[in-house]
């Protein structure tokens, strides 16, 4: 009689336990996550970024949500303003990190995107030293001309940065 009711309870206990190991999923080193930028801004007024995750994340193997689509991901924004003789302005995006469901900090890595405005250097250059070079009385005027700076860098709203991956092997805890 004992026997049959250790029995009874150690196998009432095996579905107990399976749901305690599957409560946590893994999120691998090098998965893939979509990151879109939210607002759009330019080189001139470039200090933050506001950008978000873009698609849910899963566990292939649970099938559970690891990082849902809308959290927020922290960004580093590197701006170059324009510069003379037609340089253009320059923006650097690098995604850094997000979070998961259970709150965890999850460190992102990815190639960083370089995003550049339109240069000016042909105007500047052609201005600068031919119209210096053509005629006598425009001498002064015309290296003034290699002062002309290139466009800003503007980064529009939506535009995804890619290749982001997880860098790191976390366990996500399941609510």
């Known amino acids: 009689m004992k026997k049959t009711l250790l029995g009874i309870l150690l ?7 399976q749901n305690v ?11 893939y996550v979509n990151v879109r930028i939210d607002e759009s801004f330019s080189s001139r007024n470039a ?9 849910d994340v899963i566990d292939p193997t649970s ?13 580093d924004v590197t701006a170059e303003k324009p510069k003379g003789k037609g340089r253009p302005g320059k923006i650097t995006l ?3 990190s997000t979070q998961a469901t259970d709150g965890q900090t999850i460190v992102l890595t990815g190639n960083k995107v370089e995003i ?3 240069s000016r250097r042909g105007l500047a250059l052609g201005l600068g ?27 529009p709203s939506g535009t995804i940065i890619p290749n982001v991956t997880v860098q790191g092997n976390y366990t996500i805890s399941n609510k």
């Open 11 to 17: 196998f009432s206990l095996i579905p107990a336990t």
């Open 47 to 55: 200090t933050t970024a506001s950008a978000f995750v873009d698609n």
């Open 63 to 75: 099938g559970k949500l690891l990082i849902v689509r809308g959290t927020p991901v922290n960004i």
């Open 21 to 31: 190991i599957s409560a946590q999923s893994k999120l691998s080193h090098g998965q």
């Open 129 to 155: 030293i031919g119209l210096p070079l053509g005629t006598v009385v425009c001498f002064p005027w015309g290296f003034a001309c290699l002062a002309i700076k290139g466009l800003h860098a503007e980064v």
């Open 116 to 118: 550049t405005g339109k």
């Open 94 to 96: 690098n995604a850094l």
